[in-house]
């Protein structure tokens, strides 16, 4: 057959296969018989790469044309997940990619399994960026991702003997077709060294930054694809080389060895992503790495302004800064040293484009998550930053003065140096003076900031402040991870839903539709059995598909409550053994998260999961009707597996603690039903599908703080509850530890005597809303039937309209037309 298409735009199967081969053969250089399933995916890869690039140039190409305002999204972490699936969906070829690929005796799935994930986020944060990208891009908004391409991106995950054993993540080992290298685009971030204050011929007073040392940037730019929109935009992420010209004096003076040895030491700085998400560490490189990213990216937006000729005074209308946590907030301060420093601007002028661009966007309510710097820290590594920091600080107390006359315990709560002890610089402080907008991620969060951790500077600056709930992208969270149900969907109220999420609600009067309602099972019911095989795969444990689902997958926390789940297991167990004949709900319930290497209770909490497993499952007498399963290494990829098969979605977090929650969303979406607290956006996904369908239980954040305040004793629930102290009991007389009654104490103990995160003030609630979840769960119908109403009102939570709120109320940009030439 004659084909015209060109090998590398054409999208019919036939050039698809031309192309595949193509690159087989002069891209890997391999041929079919030597190549391996990695070199397959890589010509695959390339093969989609060749048709994003036209539209990624073509939407540069207009960018630049047009001067285009722009977002530019800084985040320390970006979540993205595997690449191939989702730039076929977006590109609207899967299903000829599917056929090319079965035509030559291959398997689209096998081959899509094949990609590593660049792992570059700790969990909702990072994830939440990544959709964020995927929705910017589909709105046709210009802008710019920019982070750091960690060489080790979060931990892999193995489990031995039940513990967690952590090991690098060597994402790049087989190369990444995806990004494309810009050493053109080099810029140079100073670091250390001391400042000279001199004044020059204009008498203007100037400062002289003297670096110790200079590290490269250099960026590396990943396409991101809206979903069937010609807009392409860019993920940049900086890696930290050694620059040439620094340290020559070592060079000159002969200490070659030495010399060399520093530049190494430069090039750590983007080696490692930091894999805690509970307690800032105050550690130097965590510092070093936030300067090095926020300078590369600031540099290189002046870059683009005098490119396209746009005068600096212009910078406010060029760019929209949003702040992802506090993570890129010396932004703040960079700004302001180029603006001054390095062009000569005088103060008012710079601190007012200072706050015109940047936003501030709050992810956490955890006090000890908070980032602070020790002062001689920061200013042995940012000297200049350190001195502007100050100046900020004392303008901005002035303005508070004025505000708030005689209130010295106010200063001091909002100074952006923390003097109650030991002398800090706080973040938060500095990102909320810098910006001119500061939100939380769901209405609770955002309330309780206002209310609580940023208290003063909502009295301070009350117009800063608004809440822009967390969306999730439906293309990667639905149509890549669950096509049948996409199909479903899509069968009964057309496609656009992928872009306007709220049209689900047409399929509200097909949840009572039988017919409907037992198409809707069988898909859940092979999703299921689909993650049943992966199970036995991964674990040797056989799980029944017919058993209901329950899952709880996010970051190990204790304010997270992966332990209120187990005391449930083992309240159902310990039923059993007293009673072996009781009919119950079969279930199976799912775990997957990783904990921070150095948070000993969360690892303990991983270790009660698998004892209490091995225990349960291995029981002749529990009969198959209670299983438990860890699944080890959550990362995208598996979460892709592991929400379409959900029955039951645990959110399960002490109320007041989850800022919002994404994971949430994304359950709900796939038809799993929630059992949750009235916590970060579960509050808002109960409003949105009804009191009716969503199982509530446990304290609220008011409560919660009430009790704490009237002095909790958690003892006095173990005391008075016997199911409850059996369940403690039982893991306390070494039954799920071989005899070993120490194993678990420090975990048991701290629920007894402290529990900080009120498991056992919440236990009875949990309970009995378990109960309802399996009486329901009884009536196959009636539970469909909620399943489908959950997903119809489930619109709100599209990242999209997340996005969308930005724009209208913090970025004001609109949206871009990229036409193609050809
Ligand atoms: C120790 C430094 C540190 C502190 C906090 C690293 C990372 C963090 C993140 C803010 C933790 C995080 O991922 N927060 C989550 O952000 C999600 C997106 O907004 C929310 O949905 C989650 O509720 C929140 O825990």
């Not at 540069?60 to 985040?75: D, E, I, M, N």
């Amino acid at each position: 057959q004659v084909c015209s298409e060109d090998t590398r735009t054409g999208v019919l199967v036939e050039t698809l296969k031309r192309s595949f081969l193509n690159n087989l053969f002069y891209v890997q250089g391999k041929f079919p018989g030597i190549a391996t399933q990695n070199d397959y995916y890589m010509a695959l890869a390339y093969m989609v790469r060749d048709r994003l690039l036209h539209r990624w140039i073509g939407t540069a190409a207009t960018y630049t044309k047009q001067q285009t305002r722009t977002v530019a999204y800084l985040s320390a972490e970006f979540l993205m997940g595997p690449q191939l699936g989702n730039n076929l969906i977006n590109l609207g070829i899967y299903d000829q990619v599917n056929q090319a690929m079965s035509e030559l005796g291959f398997n689209l799935e096998d081959l899509l399994e094949q990609e590593e994930e660049p792992g570059l986020g700790n969990g909702g944060l990072g994830r939440l960026a990544a959709c964020y990208l995927d929705s910017m891009a589909t709105l046709g908004l210009a802008s710019i991702g920019y982070g750091i391409r960690y060489e080790f991106g979060i931990f892999d995950q193995d489990i031995r003997d039940g513990w967690q054993v952590e090991r690098t993540d060597k994402w790049l080992r087989y190369g990444n077709p995806w990004e494309v290298e810009r050493p053109e685009w080099s810029v140079e971030v100073k670091l250390g060294g001391h400042t000279e204050h001199y004044v020059d011929q204009t008498g203007r007073g100037r400062v002289n930054w003297i670096p110790y040392e200079v590290v490269q940037g250099i960026p590396f730019d990943t396409p991101i694809l809206g979903y069937r929109t010609n807009t392409a935009n860019t993920l940049r992420l900086w890696t930290a080389q050694a620059s040439e010209s620094f340290d020559f004096d070592a060079f000159n003076s002969g200490d070659y060895l030495g010399a060399v040895y520093e530049k190494m030491a430069s090039e750590n700085v983007s080696k490692v992503l930091y894999p805690n998400d509970d307690v800032s560490q105050g550690k130097r490189l965590r510092l070093t790495q936030q300067i090095f990213f926020v300078s590369c990216s600031l540099q290189d937006m002046f870059r683009i302004m005098k490119a396209q000729e746009i005068p600096l005074h212009q910078f406010a209308d060029k760019f929209a800064i949003q702040l992802n946590d506090t993570h890129p907030a010396i932004a703040v301060a960079e700004l302001m040293r180029l603006l001054i420093d390095e062009h000569s601007m005088d103060w008012d002028e710079a601190w007012g484009i200072t706050q015109r661009t940047l936003s501030y966007t709050n992810h956490t309510l955890l006090p000890e998550a908070l980032e602070r710097w020790p002062i001689d820290l920061f200013g042995n590594l940012l000297p200049r930053h350190l001195e502007i920091i100050y100046e900020i600080n004392h303008r901005f107390l002035d303005e508070v003065r004025i505000k708030f006359p005689d209130d010295e315990d106010r200063i001091s709560r909002l100074s952006l140096i923390d003097e109650s002890g030991e002398r800090y610089v706080r973040m938060a402080h500095l990102a909320c003076v810098g910006s001119h907008a500061i939100n939380g991620v769901a209405e609770l969060h955002t309330q309780l900031l206002k209310q609580d951790v940023l208290r003063d500077f909502a009295e301070m600056y009350p117009h800063k402040f608004s809440n822009k709930t967390n969306g999730v992208t439906p293309r990667r969270f639905i149509a890549l991870s669950n096509p049948p149900l996409t199909q479903l969907i899509t069968d009964k109220i057309g496609d656009r839903w992928l872009t306007q999420l709220e049209d689900l609600r047409q399929l509200e009067p097909y949840a009572e539709d039988l017919e409907f309602q037992h198409q809707w099972q069988s898909i859940k019911r092979a999703t299921k059995a689909s993650l049943a095989a992966y199970i036995y795969k991964q674990n040797g444990i056989s799980v029944n598909p017919d058993s209901m689902f329950g899952i709880q997958a996010k970051r190990i926390h204790e304010y997270k409550r992966q332990h209120l789940n187990v005391l449930y297991i083992i309240t159902l167990y310990n039923r059993l053994k007293a009673n072996p004949d009781l009919d119950i709900t079969p279930r199976t319930f799912l775990f997957g998260g990783k904990a921070a290497p150095g948070y000993f209770m969360a690892k303990l909490m991983i270790k009660l999961i698998n004892s209490v497993g091995e225990v349960v499952n291995r029981d002749p007498e529990v009969r198959d009707r209670l299983k438990v399963v860890f699944l080890k290494d959550y990362n995208v990829k598996l979460a892709q597996r592991v929400y379409p098969a959900a029955d039951l979605s645990e959110q399960i977090s002490t109320a007041g603690k989850e800022a919002s929650g994404t994971g949430n969303m994304k359950f709900a979406l796939n038809g799993a039903l929630t059992i949750g607290t009235l916590d970060g956006a579960n509050i808002e996904i109960r409003e949105e599908v009804g009191a009716e369908n969503f199982f509530l239980f446990g304290l609220t954040a008011q409560e919660v703080y009430d009790l704490r305040g009237q002095g909790y004793c958690p003892r006095d629930y173990y005391d008075s509850n016997p199911e409850l102290k059996l369940a403690l009991d039982r893991i306390n007389s070494g039954f799920f530890s071989h005899g070993d009654t120490d194993l678990f104490k420090p975990l048991t103990d701290s629920l007894i005597y402290h529990d900080p995160f009120f498991l056992l003030a919440d236990y009875q609630s949990y309970i009995e809303a378990q109960e309802r979840v399996s009486q329901l769960y009884q009536d196959q119908s009636a539970w469909t039937r909620m399943a489908i109403l959950n997903v119809a009102r489930m619109g709100k939570f599209s990242s999209d309209r997340s996005i969308q709120d930005y724009c209208d109320e913090i970025w004001h940009v609109d949206p871009v037309k990229i036409e193609l030439s050809n």
